[in-house]
Protein backbone atom coordinates (compact mmCIF):
# COMPACT_ATOMS: atom_id res chain seq x y z
CA UNK A 1 0.00 0.00 0.00
CA UNK A 2 2.86 2.39 0.71
CA UNK A 3 3.95 2.53 -3.02
CA UNK A 4 0.59 2.91 -4.19
CA UNK A 5 -0.04 6.60 -2.12
CA UNK A 6 -2.00 4.96 0.61
CA UNK A 7 0.51 6.59 2.98
CA UNK A 8 -1.22 9.94 3.05
CA UNK A 9 -3.95 9.21 3.45
CA UNK A 10 -3.41 6.25 6.42
CA UNK A 11 -1.21 8.69 8.11
CA UNK A 12 -3.51 11.59 7.75
CA UNK A 13 -6.49 8.76 9.45
CA UNK A 14 -3.80 8.32 12.35
CA UNK A 15 -3.57 11.73 13.13
CA UNK A 16 -7.52 12.77 13.17
CA UNK A 17 -7.90 9.69 15.44
CA UNK A 18 -5.17 11.06 17.96
CA UNK A 19 -6.88 14.23 17.43
CA UNK A 20 -10.51 13.18 18.34
CA UNK A 21 -8.62 11.28 21.36
CA UNK A 22 -7.04 14.53 22.39
CA UNK A 23 -10.41 15.95 22.90
CA UNK A 24 -12.81 13.37 23.88
CA UNK A 25 -9.69 13.09 26.53
CA UNK A 26 -11.40 16.61 28.20
CA UNK A 27 -14.84 14.22 28.62
CA UNK A 28 -13.45 11.30 29.82
CA UNK A 29 -11.47 13.42 32.92
CA UNK A 30 -15.08 13.58 33.81
CA UNK A 31 -15.44 10.06 34.47
CA UNK A 32 -12.25 10.12 36.55
CA UNK A 33 -14.35 13.30 39.05
CA UNK A 34 -17.04 10.68 39.23
CA UNK A 35 -19.42 12.61 36.69
CA UNK A 36 -20.95 11.89 33.73
CA UNK A 37 -19.08 12.04 30.08
CA UNK A 38 -22.47 13.39 28.87
CA UNK A 39 -21.97 17.17 30.64
CA UNK A 40 -24.16 20.02 29.23
CA UNK A 41 -20.92 22.46 30.77
CA UNK A 42 -18.13 20.66 28.29
CA UNK A 43 -21.29 19.78 25.80
CA UNK A 44 -21.78 23.85 25.07
CA UNK A 45 -17.73 24.19 25.17
CA UNK A 46 -17.37 21.96 22.58
CA UNK A 47 -20.59 23.12 20.90
CA UNK A 48 -19.05 26.74 20.84
CA UNK A 49 -15.13 26.22 20.41
CA UNK A 50 -15.08 23.15 17.41
CA UNK A 51 -18.55 23.23 15.72
CA UNK A 52 -19.57 26.91 15.50
CA UNK A 53 -16.94 27.98 14.22
CA UNK A 54 -17.17 25.90 11.68
CA UNK A 55 -14.47 26.95 8.55
CA UNK A 56 -13.64 30.54 9.95
CA UNK A 57 -11.23 29.10 12.17
CA UNK A 58 -8.60 26.55 11.28
CA UNK A 59 -8.76 23.17 13.18
CA UNK A 60 -5.54 23.75 15.66
CA UNK A 61 -7.04 26.96 16.90
CA UNK A 62 -9.97 25.39 17.45
CA UNK A 63 -8.60 22.44 18.98
CA UNK A 64 -6.47 24.41 20.77
CA UNK A 65 -9.47 26.88 22.17
CA UNK A 66 -11.17 23.69 23.05
CA UNK A 67 -8.15 22.34 24.70
CA UNK A 68 -6.56 25.20 26.68
CA UNK A 69 -3.56 23.93 25.13
CA UNK A 70 -1.67 22.54 22.51
CA UNK A 71 -2.44 19.14 20.67
CA UNK A 72 -1.28 16.17 22.32
CA UNK A 73 -0.73 12.38 21.57
CA UNK A 74 -0.89 11.32 24.69
CA UNK A 75 -4.54 10.40 24.62
CA UNK A 76 -4.32 8.35 21.72
CA UNK A 77 -1.22 6.29 22.87
CA UNK A 78 -3.07 5.28 26.04
CA UNK A 79 -6.22 4.14 24.40
CA UNK A 80 -4.45 2.45 21.16
CA UNK A 81 -2.14 0.65 23.94
CA UNK A 82 -4.86 -0.51 25.98
CA UNK A 83 -6.78 -2.32 23.24
Do not use: W
Request: with cysteine; proline share 1%; glycine share 8%.
Amino acid sequence: HLLMGYDAGYYGYIYSKTYAADLFSQFEELSLEDRSVIDCDLGRKYREMILSPGATLDGATMRRNFLGRDASKDAFTRRDLTK
